[in-house]
């Protein structure tokens, strides 16, 4: 919880830019809740049509919390 506001303010800042794919490295982080992951999926709900998200070495329970909540979403896509 002591973070979330820094994440919800870098993902506004990630939806402000307009590139088609935007990539973010998440290697560094090794965690993150549902509430983060949500906060992910509803930036990238709010993004223009055909701009998308890669997700770079995210910790291994973020792939399975959007699977799970959200396993449809196309602006998201998981990089390994």
Same mark, same amino acid.
Do not use: C, K, Y
């Given at each position: 919880?002591? /973070?979330?506001?820094? $994440? ?5 800042? =990630? ?5 088609? @794919?935007?990539?973010?490295? =998440?290697?560094? @982080?090794? %965690?993150?809740?549902?509430?983060? @992951? /949500?906060? =992910? ?10 701009? +998308?998200? @890669?997700?770079?070495?995210? &910790? &291994?329970?973020? &792939? +399975?919390?959007?699977?799970? %909540? $959200? &396993? ?9």
């Amino acid at each position: 919880m002591n /973070t979330r506001s820094v $994440w919800q303010q870098a993902l506004n800042q =990630l939806a402000e830019r307009r590139m088609d @794919v935007l990539h973010v490295d =998440l290697s560094r @982080v090794r %965690f993150v809740d549902v509430a983060g @992951v /949500t906060d =992910l999926a509803v930036t990238a709900q709010r993004l223009p049509e055909g701009q +998308r998200i @890669v997700l770079h070495r995210p &910790p &291994p329970q973020l &792939p +399975r919390i959007l699977d799970h %909540f $959200w &396993p449809d979403i196309a602006a998201i896509e998981v990089a390994a």
